[in-house]
């Protein structure tokens, strides 16, 4: 099983700015992360800062909120803005919310059912 990339738009929550990028997909994440470059970029501004763990140990990073399209559908999300990562991380929040699971056999996006619960 390979690495899973995807086409997403991104952008603020007023949907003034926004630009494609290519997101690497983190079924070990929860929410996606972008790198602070492409956040200030796009006016998507820290709400808050938090205290996160993360398989190198725990970091402070900052949250906003954005506006997020993939394969078609969207919404508002909340997202980690990383001084760190300079990849765009698309967590599972993301894709669960939009009713999307990863097909670890052909590394693309599936669509699926929403939850309920």
């Given amino acids: 099983m390979g690495h899973t990339w995807v086409d997403i738009e991104i952008g603020d929550l007023e949907r ?11 079924t070990g994440a929860s929410l996606t992360t972008l790198p602070v470059r492409i956040a200030n970029e796009l006016g998507i501004k820290p709400t808050s800062h938090e205290r996160i763990s993360t398989g190198a140990g725990v970091i402070s990073i900052s949250r906003g909120e954005a ?37 670890p056999a052909t590394g693309t996006l599936e669509e699926r059912p929403l939850l309920l619960y």
Avoid: M, Q, Y
């Avoid at 909340?78 to 009713?99: A, C, Q």
């Fill in 16 to 26: 003034k700015h926004s630009r494609k990028v290519s997101a690497l997909v983190d």
């Fill in 67 to 103: 506006w997020i399209k993939v394969n078609g559908k969207e919404g508002p999300f909340s997202v980690w803005i990383s001084d760190i990562i300079d990849k765009t991380l698309l967590g599972v929040i993301v894709l669960e919310s939009l009713g999307f699971t990863v097909d």
